[in-house]
């Protein structure tokens, strides 16, 4: 089993900066790829950004790339998502997952562990 523990949300006006931080506990974090996912009201939870087990391979939605950098210190078991020049578009639940197989990837049912996820709101 891994927990994940997402934080780092709240409410920015459009073209701040949030950094959201996923803390991985239980099994050995470093063996997992890390994704991130967000949800909006009355939407399907979408795909944000994924690394792999070793941080080598990273993709990202359209609508993010260029704003939104992965991250993961796996020495702190942690995960990031840096989240620059926002929109209000942004505004989300945001969650961070975790695969056992280390690859990254883009599917939501390609993950094992899910966080309980935190609120991203962003003002225009």
């Known amino acids: 089993q891994v927990q994940l523990v997402e934080s780092g949300g709240g409410q920015v006006q459009a073209g701040g900066s949030l950094r959201l931080s996923c803390a991985a506990s239980?099994?050995?974090?470093?063996?997992?790829?890390m994704g991130w996912f967000r949800q909006a009201p009355g939407k399907e939870r979408e795909f944000v950004a994924t690394i792999s087990w070793v941080g080598g391979s990273r993709y990202y939605a359209d609508s993010v790339k260029g704003r939104f950098p992965i991250s993961r210190d796996n020495a702190k078991n942690t995960g990031y998502l840096q989240m620059n020049s926002l929109k209000p578009e942004d505004t989300a639940v945001y969650y961070c997952?975790?695969?056992?197989?280390?690859?990254?990837?883009?599917?939501?049912?390609?993950?094992?562990?899910w966080g309980q996820g935190t609120q991203v709101t962003v003002a225009s």
């Open positions: 239980g099994r050995t974090f470093r063996n997992y790829a």
């Open positions: 997952a975790a695969r056992a197989t280390g690859y990254s990837s883009r599917w939501l049912h390609d993950y094992d562990y």
